[in-house]
């Protein structure tokens, strides 16, 4: 099974500051046939269902703000939030769809400064 | 618009069976593979299984090999989960998640609420 970790496991910023979040997966989820990485992040509000916000590593989902980026590639990648939002405090987790099981990592919680 | 509603939650004593429910709308159920993920309370996120759009293609967690069935009707735009020969780890929220494309091997473009699942005696 790929292994998915998170660092760190929560983080704090001020309104207006980056967050950056890291995801590494134990296996390359880099599919050479057609260069894309099978991985994706999800954000999670208290009390709602997780909600996808990148896929293929760096593609924003329709409608996420463009606050939120994403990079990696193979092995180790980013989730980038440029400037923190109150509406952006919730648990954020990567996911690798390359191989089954499906894993997700264990999640950072992101709170405001 | 996107709709994922689960139902068929509730408590159940270890060992006995379950079937959840998907009824989807808004988007063509059958050119999209579909997924449970599960999440035990105040824990993280586990992907449970997948069925893609046409042919079936099913794949499970470790986890629940053997004891858990993933089926769709495609005619119906309904998503089951058949939960046999549950255990107290069982207990979670159980959401629908709508894949990215007909394949398996997409993101969770889209979740339901989830429906509760509690195997306790």
């Known amino acids: 099974d790929i292994v998915m970790t998170q660092s760190p496991d929560s983080l704090a910023v001020s309104l207006g500051e980056r967050a950056t979040i890291n995801c590494k997966s134990s296996?390359?989820?880099?599919?050479?046939?057609?260069?894309?990485?099978?991985l994706a992040w999800y954000q999670q509000k208290p009390r709602q269902p997780p909600k996808l916000l990148i896929y293929?590593?760096?593609t924003r989902e329709s409608g996420v703000p463009d606050r939120f980026s994403g990079s990696g590639s193979g092995t180790d990648f980013t989730l980038t939030i440029s400037s923190l939002q109150a509406e952006d405090v919730a648990v954020y987790y990567c996911q690798q769809y390359y191989g089954t099981p499906f894993t997700f990592g264990p999640g950072t919680k992101v709170d405001i400064k | 618009e996107v709709q994922l509603l689960e139902s068929g939650g509730g408590l159940v004593q270890p060992g006995g069976s379950l079937r959840l429910s998907c009824a989807a709308s808004?988007?063509?159920?059958?050119?999209?593979?579909m997924s449970w993920v599960r999440q035990a309370p105040g824990k993280g996120l586990e992907w449970v299984s997948v069925?893609?759009?046409?042919?079936?293609?099913?794949f499970y967690a470790d986890s629940v090999k053997g004891r858990f069935t993933i089926s769709r009707d495609n005619s119906k735009n309904t998503l089951d989960l058949q939960m046999n020969s549950l255990r107290a780890e069982d207990t979670a929220v159980y959401y629908c998640a709508k894949m990215g494309g007909g394949t398996c091997y997409s993101a969770l473009a889209y979740w339901g609420q989830g429906t509760l699942v509690t195997v306790s005696s």
């Open positions: 808004g988007f063509t159920f059958s050119g999209y593979a």
């Open positions: 296996q390359n989820v880099l599919y050479s046939s057609n260069n894309k990485n099978y």
């Open positions: 293929w590593a760096s």
């Open positions: 069925i893609s759009g046409r042919d079936g293609t099913t």
